[in-house]
């Protein structure tokens, strides 16, 4: 999963919550990739992005058989 062109962001919350719906996605076939801008600017020496938005992006074949498992989590984060 190199390539990240054929990627679409799907979810945006805290480190913990995203890892736990990346979690999620794999257990059902769907490989996704965390973005952490804060923490990938503060390595590189600047400061960017929020420390407590993380985005989650899976490919975009994977869109239509992950949407709804994202929406479910999302329903479950609302109760």
Do not use: C, W
Request: aromatic share 8%; proline share 1%; glycine share 6%.
């Amino acid at each position: 999963m190199n390539d990240t062109s054929d990627m679409v962001h799907v979810f945006s919350n805290t480190e913990l919550t995203v890892t736990h719906l990346k979690n999620i996605l794999e257990d059902n076939g769907i490989t996704s990739l965390i973005r952490n801008d804060y923490e990938s600017g503060n390595s590189a020496g600047f400061v960017g992005g929020s420390y407590t938005t993380i985005d989650l992006y899976i490919q975009k074949d994977d869109e239509a058989k992950a949407r709804p498992i994202i929406e479910k989590f999302q329903a479950s984060l609302e109760k």
